[in-house]
């Protein structure tokens, strides 16, 4: 009976490479200190990551506008008064107050409202200096008297000239002699043009 047993577990016993039954207790003994090697999860592959590389905009480079560089100031030009003769010298001066230039044109603003009369010198003056006239005779006549006992034309002549937009165009002023209707009238003298031959002795 014992036989018959041990030749069972013989053949039981798995085999060997040979294909010879392997004793059941060899077999335990053989495998009593391997231990099974446990499954292990593998670790997904790490993938790496994306680089979003933006490049940066170029710096659009607006033109600064440059500011002109300051223009000097022109110097205040003095006033004009009858009689004053700033600007020229002593022999102009005394050449137009004696009457003694040729005039060239005659503005005559007699009879005039002063709102009328301001237009038509205006005018005139600038047509003259664009011409290149040199004196002008402006009559203003005696009219209507002011408050200051002098006639509304011949008082606000001299204000006139001294306005902006006139007063760059004349150089000097000057009471009319009596040919020329002396009170009533004036001698205005005007610049000379850029370029325009001659200059007056003492003009600036």
Known sequence: ????????????????RTGAPVDQDVWRAFTQGIA?????????AERAPVVLKIEPK?????????PPPP?????????????????????TA???RRGEFAIDVEIDLHGHTLEEAYRALAISIEKASAAGHRCVLV???????????RGALREALPRWLNEPALRPRIL????????????????VLLKRRRGQIGKEVGEK
Do not use: C, N, W
């Not at 009976?1 to 060997?16: D, F, N, V, W």
């Not at 099974?36 to 997904?44: D, F, H, L, Q, V």
């Not at 000057?174 to 001698?187: D, I, M, N």
């Open 36 to 44: 099974p090697i446990k499954g292990r999860e593998r670790a997904p």
């Open 172 to 187: 000097t002023l000057a009471p009319a002699q009596p040919k020329h209707g002396g009170q009533g009238a004036f001698y």
């Open 58 to 66: 170029p710096a659009v480079r607006r033109a600064v506008p440059v």
């Open 94 to 96: 005394d050449r137009l």
């Open 1 to 16: 009976m014992a036989e018959r047993e041990r030749q069972t577990s013989r053949a039981r016993a798995p085999a060997g």
């Open 139 to 149: 009559i203003t006549g005696h009219g209507v008297r002011s408050s200051a006992g």
């Open 71 to 91: 223009q000097p100031k022109a110097p205040a030009l003095p006033e004009l008064k009858p009689g004053a003769s700033p600007g020229v010298d002593r022999r």
